[in-house]
């Protein structure tokens, strides 16, 4: 994963931590920065996140030429050797690296026969030391040729005001304007710089300096078209609130207003229109962690509403099973960021068997959106925390337009309805909760149906920032072998929204109390008294559509771990050994 960036001009280090701030979602093991001034390299590397780099580099505010990076550990541990960047043998070439290089221990094993010595133990130091000091196109097109793997590099030499660059499936973006020029991971870093970016492709390499961008493929020059930054950024303001977590789980509400909104105009209208004239014969719906959970609700949505058999796949296991895939399977890509390499890859796969691929994500340039032939936007704005809530919550209302329209059917309605329902929860009972739940090490979560999604999805989210061990299990499976878990130590969180379930979703609680497990219950029903001394907590949830309860009550469930990781001392929007964006399989 990581994130990398590379700039030319004025403020050199100013520009290059902002831009090391905003790709922090790709990874915040260790951080560095290396910037060329009078012929030297200066350093300055630092274990931890951005914050600690920008602590100790001084903003110089001259021009000057410089790369970054922030990682998230793939081979080498988190240490200052393991930091980027790393250098060339005489240490005369700088480079950082967002990716993984498949053949590095052959590499490594020929370099050390060769008497070249190593200070870390990454894949990205061999890149490193495979450059003898010369940096030039050629010698770049000669490194490159020996890897495999993906790679986004960025080269600085101590001999040149220029940056070289490489590219092989982990994404790279430059712009070039008035005399400055920036090479990044995401376009998100421009935004204060240019209006217009270019989209480096795999296979391509080059160099910028301060007024151009030169672009090879194959030892052949490329001509490049550039595209407008005309997507928009959440702001990176708190609004009042302590995390982007919780102020991302009250932007659900903004995601649905955005979606009501642009799901009536013609432009994304004329899209599903297409989408619907397809000739399908069957659905896959692909994504990993929470994107798959929200996959999971749209497979039930698709089934209730049309008559297509439908499967639900996490990508990382997808390519390696026998699908039966053609010409008529829609194969639906869930993704926020666009840029899950597991996803990705499942992509590539449905493309080769010729299939209909659509993606549903948050991120409109994402690798994603540009290989899929049709793009579904989730109009939830940029998520930053790790834990994804608000594009859960966006995901599966796309999911439900979807089904409605390949059913033929109309859905401004009940969306509209479901605008006047949502509803937050007071925190008092979820603060209460989440203290009672830090001090356990693990935590059980059953449901039924559509409730037992939801279920996993809120495990996940709780797992994710407390660092608590959360289970989550269809309620009737408990006592098929997980029961033998239970005791009087035992904390349950059951959820409960589906009318038909209620009467064998009590039961089960039951079965947990008889042996002295405690039992926290959501839900939009009224218990009745018989029944109200089974559980030790109840938190209702506000009724609402039957289609939209799964939404209702994942807001409490994500309030939940956000209160519960707060309890425990933990930073929500940056859990230990994750990152936003996973962009290696
Ligand atoms: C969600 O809270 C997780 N951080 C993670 O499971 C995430 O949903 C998954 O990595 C998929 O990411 P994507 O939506 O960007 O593809």
Redesign the pocket.
């Known amino acids: 994963m990581c994130g990398i960036v590379g700039y030319i001009g004025e403020n050199v280090e100013k520009i290059l931590l902002e831009g090391l701030s905003i790709l922090e979602y790709r990874g915040y093991d260790s951080a560095g920065i290396a910037v060329l001034r009078n012929g030297k390299i200066e350093l300055n590397k630092r274990v931890g996140k951005v914050e600690v780099l920008k602590q100790s580099v001084k903003d110089k505010k001259k021009f000057g030429i410089g790369i970054a990076h922030t990682r998230w550990a793939t081979h080498g541990k988190v240490c200052i050797e393991n930091a980027h960047p790393q250098f060339s043998r005489g240490g005369d070439i700088a480079i950082v690296h967002n990716g993984i290089i498949e053949n590095y221990d052959i590499l490594k094993a020929n370099l050390i026969k060769d008497g070249v010595r190593f200070s870390g133990d990454t894949d990205s130091e061999v890149i490193a030391k495979l450059f003898e000091d010369k940096l030039n196109l050629k010698s770049l097109k000669v490194v490159l040729q020996k890897l495999e793997g993906s790679y986004a590099l960025v080269l600085l030499s101590k001999y040149q005001n220029k940056l070289y660059f490489a590219k092989n499936k982990s994404p790279l973006y430059v712009a070039v304007e008035n005399g400055r020029a920036m090479v990044a991971s995401d376009p998100s870093c421009f935004v204060n710089f240019s209006k217009k970016y270019f989209d480096i492709s795999d296979g391509e390499y080059g160099f910028i300096d301060k007024n151009s961008i030169n672009v090879y493929n194959k030892g052949i020059k490329v001509e490049k078209t550039s595209k407008s930054i005309n997507f928009k950024f959440s702001s990176q303001k708190m609004d009042g609130y302590s995390h982007y977590m919780i102020k991302e789980i009250y932007q659900c509400k903004d995601a649905l207003n955005n979606i009501i909104q642009n799901y009536n105009l013609k432009n994304i209208q004329s899209i599903l229109e297409h989408i619907k004239n397809c000739n399908i014969n069957r659905i896959y719906i692909i ?5 798959y959970h929200a996959g999971l609700i749209g497979k039930n949505y698709l089934k209730n509403q049309t008559n297509f058999e439908v499967n639900c796949e996490l990508a990382s296991e997808f390519i390696y099973q026998n699908n039966l895939i053609d010409d008529k399977s829609l194969c639906i890509f ?7 390499a597991d ?1 990705i890859s499942a992509l590539k796969y449905c493309q080769k068997h010729n299939s209909i691929t659509l993606s549903i994500t948050n991120v409109e340039y994402s690798t994603l959106a540009k290989q899929s032939r049709f793009v579904l936007p989730i109009f939830a704005e940029q998520e930053r925390a ?3 809530t608000k ?1 859960y919550f966006a995901q599966v209302l796309v999911l439900y337009i979807l089904s409605k329209v390949l059913a033929k059917k109309e859905y401004i309605t009940t969306l509209k309805k479901f605008q006047k329902d949502l509803s937050f929860n007071s925190d008092d009972i979820i603060i209460k909760l989440s203290k009672i739940i830090s001090l356990k090490d693990q935590l059980f979560f059953i449901g039924r149906g559509i409730d037992y999604i939801t279920c996993q999805e809120g495990a ?2 709780l797992k ?1 920032v407390s660092y608590i061990n959360c289970q989550a299990m269809p309620s009737g499976e408990l006592k098929h072998g997980t029961l033998a878990l239970i005791d009087n130590k035992s904390l349950v969180i059951t959820i409960i929204t589906d009318k038909k379930l209620l009467k064998k979703s009590i039961n089960n609680a039951c079965e947990i109390k008889s042996r002295g497990g405690k039992l926290i219950l959501f839900t939009c029903f009224k218990i009745s008294l018989d029944f109200k001394n089974v559980f030790d907590y109840i938190v209702k949830i506000k009724p609402t559509l039957d289609e939209f309860m799964c939404l209702q009550s994942i807001i409490p469930l994500q309030k939940l771990a956000y209160f519960t990781a707060l309890q425990k001392g933990n930073n929500p929007d940056m859990p230990r050994n ?1 990152a ?3 962009t290696v399989e």
């Open positions: 994504g990993c962690g929470t994107a869930i993704s926020q960021s666009g840029e899950t996803t790790v834990a994804s594009a996940l989210k994710e994750l936003k964006s996973v």
